[in-house]
């Protein structure tokens, strides 16, 4: 098992950068593919980006690609997104998440899920 926490959210102007982390407990970390979805209000949960467990691999949503960055840090057991050129419509709650097996590129078969922290882009 493995248990997710975010941080990082909060308030930021339209064209503004956020960095979300996600630290996971447990000694497997480097054996989960980690994936980072998102959920607005009336929407149904998006799959933003994955990563592979080796951190070689990743997936962006096209709404995302190029502004959105995931990285891993296996020595920290933590997760990051880093988020530039922030655009109103990325408001939503963004949740961390955590499966055992391969398929960064799937938003498939997550098995942990974090609390949530709120992003929210002021035009």
């Known amino acids: 098992q493995v248990q997710l926490v975010e941080s990082g959210g909060g308030l930021v102007q339209a064209g503004g950068s956020l960095r979300l982390s996600c630290a996971a407990s447990?000694?497997?970390?480097?054996?989960?593919?980690m994936g980072w979805f998102r959920q607005a209000p009336g929407k149904e949960r998006e799959f933003v980006t994955g990563?592979?467990?080796?951190?070689?691999?990743?997936y962006y949503a096209d709404s995302v690609k190029g502004r959105f960055t995931i990285s891993r840090d296996n020595a920290k057991n933590t997760v990051y997104l880093q988020m530039n050129s922030l655009k109103p419509e990325d408001t939503a709650v963004y949740y961390c998440?955590?499966?055992?097996?391969?398929?960064?590129?799937?938003?498939?078969?997550?098995?942990?899920w974090g609390q949530g922290t709120q992003v929210t882009v002021s035009s």
């Open positions: 447990g000694r497997t970390f480097s054996s989960y593919t």
């Open positions: 998440s955590a499966k055992p097996r391969p398929g960064y590129a799937s938003p498939d078969g997550y098995d942990y």
């Open positions: 990563i592979s467990q080796s951190g070689s691999s990743t």
